[in-house]
């Protein structure tokens, strides 16, 4: 956890509400995304029991196999969730601007929809009709976890890249209780999250009513269906609709309350380049699962296996560029990493040498630490001009850092920082290199950027300072 976000679960536990921790969204959000809400069976991950389909803003679909194990059962619930998703993947075709994103209530929904997915698309006895739905949606195989797609979004995740709330991750992943702290403070906060986790929210209905409701009556369907008792059949089908019809419905509102709460937060530069990629994607995929002669890979093996590995790499260091560009959650943990310095000008001093106009600053810094080193070059960050500079020096005054460059490009340009100035300097050009690149770095043969040599104190009470900032306002 960044110090950002630690600071912001602090602040949301004393104002028992949901802290907003960044300006805008780092991920795309599709303006018809595809909401799929599955259901299995208790101790069957293969089967479902039943689907939610909707596109987060109108009421959702449920579809319902009151007899999970029975196979041809099985395929026909499958059969009609496709024919409620096909005019998704149709509105995605027609429209080349659109964002193809399927949004689920939990990473646990993802998993399950992606081996539902890998269900329908290679075994040679899946119904033709399913077998084409899962050749068009196997993408999100291979887009899943990718850190420059957005096409398989996670509501709790999605959520918690802009707000913190007062517990920890893995509470967060329980998308009842952190929809609780995103509503308005009533001071029982804690009791409202006690309530919404005692209600499950994920791929799995409560046991209790597994044990006392539907497992009960699938099996008694079971029997009957083996029976020729079509009226008993009937009757217990719509018995476990009801009782599974209001779980769909539940999860499903919860995802369109959250889809609302996002929609509040403009895209990202980086954003933008996510969705341009995950739309390349999906064109790219269309044409070639169109010819059923084109065989798709089943997991990552051999030369692709090694092609994703260095793709995926790649797609981190790209996305983690942009992300230093925006003012957002990124920005502030770059911050807080010291990858971006701010600091006040505590000199400037223009003279000349020879034939060369040379501009030096001195930089103050109370930031807890900096990853530069002599020689690296930066840029005035949300500057009118580009201005360039070299880093001669740092040295550590106490608590804080001084910062010694001189300029390399701009000299002659107006709006140069002046004494007294906050100014916020960042890494040039693409060979800066987010937090957790080593990999890219070794692969791609450069050198590693050491760290700041000599002691680092960190010492400040984050919250304490956040605090009696607050206080001052």
Known sequence: MSDLKAVARLLADQAGEAVRFSSERPYPLSDHPLVLVPIKMAGDPAGLFAMGIGNGVDDVVSLVCP?????????????????????????????????????????????????????????????????????????????????????????????GHLFATGQDENADQHLGAQIEWLRPSDGNIHARVRTAEGRSVSTSTDPQLDNMHLVPRSMALRRARRQGDHAEVARLGGEITEHLVPEIEHRYDLVREGLVRIRTFPGSERASAIHAADRRRYDSRRVRVADPDK???????????????????????????????????????????????????????????????????????????????????????????????????????????????????????????????????????????????????RLSGLAPRPQVSGPLSHNENLLSLVTSRRSQD
Not at 117 to 124: E, G
Not at 130 to 142: E, I, N, P, Q, V
Not at 410 to 421: E, L
Request: net charge negative; hydrophobic share 40%.
């Open 295 to 441: 065989n798709l890979s089943r997991g990552l093996k051999g030369a692709f296996g090694h092609y994703s590995f260095l793709d995926r790499e790649k797609a981190l260091h790209h996305v983690e560029t942009l992300g230093i560009k925006s003012v957002s959650s990124a920005r502030s943990q770059a911050r807080l990493k010291g990858e971006v310095l701010v600091g006040e000008v505590l000199d400037r001093n223009e003279y000349r040498a020879g034939r060369s106009r040379m501009i030096e600053y001195e930089i103050l810094s109370h930031q807890d630490q900096l990853t530069f080193r002599d020689g690296d070059d930066l840029v005035l960050l949300d500057g009118a001009e580009p201005f360039k500079f070299e880093v001669d020096g740092i040295e550590i005054d106490g608590e804080a850092f001084v910062v010694r460059l001189h300029v390399t490009a701009g000299k002659t340009k107006a709006g140069q920082p002046q004494v007294g100035d906050v100014i916020e300097l960042g890494p040039a050009g693409p060979e800066f290199r987010g937090g957790n690149s080593n990999t890219w770095e």
């Open 67 to 159: 007899e999970p194990r029975n196979r041809d059962a099985q395929y026909d619930f499958l059969l009609a969730c496709a024919e409620a998703i096909n005019p998704f993947l149709a509105t995605w075709d027609d429209d080349p601007f659109l964002m193809p994103q399927v949004i689920t209530p939990s990473s646990a929904a993802n998993k399950l929809l992606l081996r539902l997915v890998d269900r329908i698309t290679f075994p040679d006895d899946v119904p033709s009709a399913l077998k084409a739905l899962g050749r068009r949606m196997h993408l999100l195989d291979t887009c899943f976890e990718r850190p420059d797609s957005a096409m398989l979004l996670d509501m709790p995740t999605a959520l």
